[in-house]
Every structure is written in C-alpha cells, then in structure tokens.
T-cell receptor
Framework: TQLLEQSPQFLSIQEGENLTVYCNSS?????LQWYRQEPGEGPVLLVT?????EVKKLKRLTFQFGDARKDSSLHITAAQPGDTGLYLC???????????FGTGTSLTVIP | KAGVTQTPRYLIKTRGQQVTLSCSPI?????VSWYQQTPGQGLQFLFE???????NKGNFPGRFSGRQFSNSRSEMNVSTLELGDSALYLC?????????FGPGTRLTVT
C-alpha cells in the first residue's frame, strides 16, 4: 500500500489546456514537496508546502496543501510542451522520519 | 552550494558481477538516501543513512547494501547482479524536510 497516492497516473493534453494533479494520503504530513523529473535525470524539487491550506504559485504552476495536511494538488495553467515530465509528490509523515514518494503522474503536453 | 553528485553516470555490468555506486551530498546535509527507479516499478526506496548509520531501509534483498562515511559521502553496493537490477539509481541528500536528487547512475546488467 502506497502512503501517497497520485491521480491521474497518466495525462496527455494539448498545449494551452489546464490540468490538475492530485496527491492524497490518509496520513498527516508536516510538509509536502512536488518534483518534476525528465527521462534519465533525477527529480528536481519544484516547491515545498508547509502550512495547511497554503497556496504557492510558480509561474503557471499553482500548488495547494490541504487544510488537514493529508493532501495536495498541482494545477498547471496553459500547459506547454516544456511541462512534459513525471510529477512526483513526496514528504515525511508526522509519525516518522522516512521520506515517502507518490506513485507519480506522467504528463505529456502535445504541441 | 554544489548539488548532489553521483558517479559514475553510466555503467554496464555482467550478470553475477558486483557494482559500487558513489554519491556526494550537498555540503552540510547529513542524510543520504538511495532509490531504484525502473519503468515498471517507479521510484523504490532502498535505504537512508544519517550520520554514518542506516536510519531507514526499504524492502530490497541483502544483495543491496550501503554505507556512509564521516564526510557524509555514501556508497551503495549491489552484489551478484541480476538482469532485473538494470535501473536508474538515484541518490538524494536531505536537510530537515527537503530532499535534493543527484543526476542518477544508469546501470545496465547484461
């Protein structure tokens, strides 16, 4: 059983469309991170959300941490081909010190 | 600060051999974690070292081992390689709650 479940697992959209990726858990997290990974490379940290209800924006990307700190979402506005990649959520639950990763969302933006 | 570095970047080994991969964390980070990533299984946690002690361990056979040195650099070793060990091996160093990855080592077992 995965501690962090992401949906959808795969997403293929046209350039200019909007999309949302979800990261859910039954556990409370002190913080959650979002990463983007390109094939053959290591994941790159995009953002960390710490406070329940927090919203962070990174250009066309909007990240939200749930009020109960059990879930998070990533919204991309007007997707571009350069957004293509594997998106991963991750964090350390309040009950431990191990990092857990979500199941991943593979995004393809078609020009 | 320099990022996480991993060596080598690419490696080809034969089944039955052993391999050692190296990771240098970001300066000041005492935690180093190792992950295996394959297309079918996603990102799988191997183990985490903190101040030279293994702090967490994933569900991998004993052929996979690691260690951390006093300067926080870490190595992982895989003995008796199998074809299924072909994967991207990622190292990550961590401060309190953020983890940063290296570029990975692509291991191919033939």
């Amino acid at each position: 059983t995965q501690l962090l479940e992401q949906s959808p697992q795969f997403l293929s959209i046209q350039e200019g469309e909007n999309l949302t990726v979800y990261c859910n858990s039954s556990s409370v997290f002190s913080s959650l991170q979002w990463y983007r990974q390109e094939p053959g490379e290591g994941p790159v940290l995009l953002v960390t959300v710490v406070t329940g209800g927090e919203v962070k924006k990174l250009k066309r990307l909007t990240f939200q941490f749930g009020d109960a700190r059990k879930d998070s979402s990533l919204h991309i506005t007007a997707a571009q081909p350069g957004d293509t990649g594997l998106y991963l959520c991750a964090g350390v639950p309040n009950t431990g010190n191990q990092f857990y990763f979500g199941t991943g969302t593979s995004l393809t933006v078609i020009p | 600060k320099a990022g996480v570095t991993q060596t080598p970047r690419y490696l080809i080994k034969t089944r039955g051999q052993q391999v050692t991969l190296s990771c240098s964390p970001i300066s000041g980070h005492r935690s180093v974690s190792w992950y295996q990533q394959t297309p079918g299984q996603g990102l799988q946690f191997l183990f985490e070292y903190f101040s030279e002690t293994q702090r967490n361990k994933g569900n991998f056979p004993g052929r996979f081992s690691g260690r951390q040195f006093s300067n926080s650099r870490s190595e992982m070793n895989v003995s008796t390689l199998e074809l299924g060990d072909s994967a991207l091996y990622l190292c990550a160093s961590r401060d309190s709650y953020e983890q940063y990855f290296g570029p990975g080592t692509r291991l191919t077992v033939t």
